[in-house]
Nanobody, 123 residues
Framework: QVQLVESGGGLVQAGGSLRLSCAAS????????MGWFRQAPGKERQFVAA????????YYADAVQGRFTISKDNAKDMAYLQMNSLKPEDTAAYYC????????????????WGQGTQVTVSS
């Protein structure tokens, strides 16, 4: 059974940085693309970033391009989201997800999801 567990969220001032981690069971990251999503209160879940199975290709939402970096370590079954220059509008619950199909993953329809970690950016 695949399980994804996020960690690393917290409260940070605008302009600060956080690094989110996602731990996977079942060696899923070595065979599936994975991604990060976020959901603010009263809003739909939105795509943040994705990375290919090999890690060679990365994809970002326009809102985070140049500030966030997605990476993963297939040997450790870990994925990361380095978030720099954080803004109050980045405040949300952040979720990691995985799916065998990258397009399905990036449309927030992936098969596997974590429980989320809260990121709050104060102004």
């Amino acid at each position: 059974q695949v399980q994804l567990v996020e960690s690393g969220g917290g409260l940070v001032q605008a302009g600060g940085s956080l690094r989110l981690s996602c731990a996977a069971s079942g060696r899923i990251f070595s065979i599936y693309p994975m991604g990060w999503f976020r959901q603010a209160p009263g809003k739909e879940r939105q795509f943040v970033a994705a990375i290919s199975r090999s890690g060679a290709d990365t994809y970002y939402a326009d809102a985070v391009q140049g500030r966030f970096t997605i990476s993963k370590d297939n040997a450790k079954d870990m994925a990361y989201l380095q978030m720099n220059s954080l803004k109050p509008e980045d405040t949300a619950a952040y979720y990691c997800a995985a799916d065998s199909n990258r397009e399905r993953l990036m449309s927030a329809a992936g098969d596997y999801w974590g429980q989320g970690t809260q990121v709050t950016v104060s102004s």
